[in-house]
Nanobody
């Protein structure tokens, strides 16, 4: 099992910045990707950004150029630097970690979520 603990959410004005962190603990010795997803009220959860065990990253079009995902493998931690925040970025942000074996997902873990609110 893997536990994910997020931190760094909060209230910020439009144009401001926040940095989310997510620390993984437990059975972390697997090939994995980590990522951030978000869910706004009344909407489906959507992928924001993902990062492989190396440096391969992917971003949703809506956050490209504003958000940066990174990870510290020694600390089993993933970060999301969010700049130039917009009111439409308001959502609960969830950390995710997927484990792989032979190209197959063998574990799919979620954090409890952290609220990000951007005021206009």
């Amino acid at each position: 099992q893997v536990q994910l603990v997020e931190s760094g959410g909060g209230l910020v004005q439009a144009g401001g910045s926040l940095r989310l962190s997510c620390a993984a603990s437990g059975s972390t010795f697997s090939i994995n990707t980590m990522g951030w997803y978000r869910q706004a009220p009344g909407k489906q959860r959507e992928r924001v950004a993902t990062i492989s065990g190396g440096t391969n990253t992917n971003y949703a079009d809506s956050v490209k150029g504003r958000f940066t995902i990174s990870r510290d493998n020694a600390k089993n931690t993933v970060y999301l630097q969010m700049n130039n925040l917009k009111p439409e970025d308001t959502a609960v942000y969830y950390c995710n970690r997927k484990h792989y074996s032979g190209g197959v997902i063998t574990g799919d873990y979620w954090g409890q979520g952290t609220q990000v609110t951007v005021s206009s």
